[in-house]
């Protein structure tokens, strides 16, 4: 007779995850694409902006960023956890709830303000890199594109996403900068809970500027792409719709990534506004034209290594940045016409979808070398991201309600009534956008 302790253990079901006993190199491994989404927000275009709004008003614009940042986590949450659930991107989800021509117009849009976006970059990484090392910045323009269109063609996925964690890491060099300036603690409080503030076109702009660069319809159908990639490199993992035992440790995961993703974006825009309203501003130059001049007017008022570490977050954002601007419209477009796409396949297997990739990096590159003013470039970029941002908004958050598409993991409410915030929200911004230009 097999005495009990001879008979063979039960299977064991994935433990929960749990805040218990997470310490930094288990913290960092469970991080994927919320961390590297999060970290995209603020690229070169999101310097600009963010400078511009610390040398124009100061500490006084740093109350949006409280208010972005529960919002921007609700909508990237309903994003991710509809590539989770159902196994599709989120071109794919909509598709269900848009005619089909709604959706190709709306990607048609998110295609282009993503290749403005990606020139007007690119500009600012190559102006970085003459700023730093010397040289001439359209060699470094070309050189930085090259890099980026060839990780993304030849690298493997595993090892690509893991270059583009690692590189989340060079937005510490913004906070960095935290330390080798005078800051204005007390002004910064106030400008958090009591901003001094007149209602005006410039205030009103600039506030509709935060939000787009902060809450971009890119990074809706980026975060919810690379989770089905995540479903697709592991054999064991599944949609949640399929595996629903395997939905407690996921949905815990992408929520920890997500706010995680979240407030690294959140945390350097703050460290952005308040070194330039602590060193611009402060030195009365309140115009910003690029990232690039942003890192330049530092150099006199915060110090070489000020501008050293501003100008390496210029160049290591936008690397970072590349690829999530040109992977997020092929996923897009590639999804919405059905094609096979995933950076998970070789080019010859998903010829569409790289080809989308490819397009956007050389158009973005022939825009940097175009007379165009790259400020006046993003600023279109942001309203074409401002009105496409609003229905794919809308149609994502009611897919996420849906158990026709959800089944049993149709989001939270609390979440359904911050996601449905943000859309009016990015409404309100676009009209304003209108009114006030």
Same mark, same amino acid.
């Given at each position: ?179 080798? !300036?005078?800051?204005?603690? &007390? ?6 809970? #009591?901003?001094? +503030?007149?209602? /005006? $076109?410039? %205030? ?15 990074l809706l159908f980026w975060q919810s792409s690379q989770e089905v990639e995540e479903i697709e490199r592991k054999d064991e993992d599944k949609p949640l719709r399929k595996a629903p035992e395997q939905a407690d440790r996921q949905l815990q995961r992408i ?8 407030? !690294?974006?959140?945390?350097? &825009? ?6 330039? #309203?602590?060193? +611009?501003?402060? /030195? $009365?130059? %309140? ?72 397009? #956007?990096?050389? +158009? ?44 049993r993991f149709v989001t939270d409410r609390f979440v359904r009534i911050l996601g449905w915030g943000a859309t009016l929200v990015m409404a309100a911004a676009a009209a304003s956008m209108a009114v006030f230009r």
């Amino acid at each position: 007779m097999t005495s009990l302790s001879e008979l063979p253990s039960p299977p064991r079901a994935p433990r929960p995850i749990t805040w218990k006993g997470w310490r930094g190199a288990a913290v960092f491994k469970q991080l994927g694409p919320g961390l590297i989404t999060g970290a995209a927000d603020d690229d070169p275009s999101g310097i600009a902006t963010y400078s511009q709004a610390g040398a124009q008003f100061g500490y006084n614009m740093l109350w949006s960023m409280a208010l972005t940042y529960p919002l921007m986590s609700a909508v990237q949450l309903v994003s991710a956890q509809i590539g989770r659930v159902t196994g599709r991107g989120l071109a794919q989800n909509l598709k269900n709830v848009l005619p089909k021509w709604a959706v190709l117009g709306l990607v048609a849009l998110l295609f282009i303000a993503n290749t403005i976006n990606i020139g007007a970059n690119l500009a600012a990484m190559g102006a970085a890199g003459s700023l730093a090392i010397g040289g001439p910045s359209s060699l470094y323009t070309v050189a930085l594109a090259g890099v980026s269109l060839t990780l993304q063609l030849f690298i493997s996925y595993e090892s690509y996403a893991a270059y583009l964690k690692w590189l989340t890491l060079v937005l510490l060099a913004y906070v960095a900068v935290l330390f080798v !300036v005078e800051i204005d603690w &007390a002004a910064v409080g106030s400008g958090f809970v #009591a901003p001094k +503030l007149t209602l /005006s $076109g410039d %205030t009103v702009t600039m506030v509709v500027a935060i939000f787009g660069t902060t809450i971009s319809p890119y990074l809706l159908f980026w975060q919810s792409s690379q989770e089905v990639e995540e479903i697709e490199r592991k054999d064991e993992d599944k949609p949640l719709r399929k595996a629903p035992e395997q939905a407690d440790r996921q949905l815990q995961r992408i929520r920890l990534d997500t706010f995680v993703g979240m407030a !690294v974006s959140n945390i350097v &825009a703050i460290a952005i506004i308040i070194s330039t #309203a602590a060193t +611009l501003h402060a /030195s $009365g130059k %309140t115009e910003i034209g690029s990232a690039a001049d942003a890192a330049e007017a530092l150099r006199p008022v915060a110090g070489d290594f000020a501008f050293e570490l501003f100008s390496l977050g210029i160049i290591g954002t936008g690397l970072l940045s590349l690829p999530v601007l040109a992977g997020s419209a092929a996923y897009a477009l590639g999804e919405a016409q059905g094609w096979k796409c995933g950076l998970e396949n070789k080019p010859w297997e998903a010829a569409g979808f790289y080809s989308v990739i490819a397009a #956007a990096t050389v +158009l973005g590159v022939g825009i940097s070398f175009t007379p165009i003013d790259p400020m006046k470039a993003l600023f279109w970029s942001a309203v074409v991201n401002g009105f496409v941002a609003v229905p794919v908004m809308a149609a994502m958050m009611w897919v996420g309600s849906q158990r026709d598409s959800m089944g049993r993991f149709v989001t939270d409410r609390f979440v359904r009534i911050l996601g449905w915030g943000a859309t009016l929200v990015m409404a309100a911004a676009a009209a304003s956008m209108a009114v006030f230009r």
